[in-house]
C-alpha cells in the first residue's frame, strides 16, 4: 500500500537525521585522524579513504544545507539532485542509489577488463606475427 504524506514526511525527516548522525560520526573520526597524521602518524589506505570521504562529505554539505535552511526550497531538492547527483553527502543516500553507483562502477570495470583483453590479444597477435 501506499504510505500516507505524514508517514513519508516522517520517513524523511529520519532519513536525514540518521544522515547527519552519521556525518557528525564521520566528522569526529576523521578529527582523530587528523590529529594523528599532525602527530606523525601513518593512516591506513581504509583510513585515508574514509578521510578523503568526510572531507568531501562536509564540502558538500554546504550547498545542501541551504536547501535545509531556507523554507519551502527542499521541494526543489529532488530536481537538482537529478542535475548534479553528487551533490548530496555519502550520508544521505538510500540503499537504491548506492547499489545504482555500484553497478555502474562494475559495468565500467567489466569495459575497461573487455578493452584490455581485447588490446592484449592483438598485440599477441602482432608479436606473433613479427616473430613468425
Known sequence: GRKSLRQRTLDELKHYCHGFHLLWTDTKVAA?????????????????????????????????????????MEFLLPVFLKLFPDMLPSTFETESKKEEKQKKKLNAKLELAKFLRETIAEMAKRNKADTG
Do not use: K, S
Open 32 to 72: 582523530r585522524m587528523v590529529w594523528r597524521l599532525l602527530h606523525g602518524q601513518v593512516l591506513t589506505r581504509r583510513e585515508r579513504r574514509r578521510l578523503l570521504r568526510t572531507c568531501a562529505d562536509l564540502f558538500r554539505l554546504v550547498p545542501f544545507l541551504v536547501f535545509v535552511i531556507v523554507p519551502f
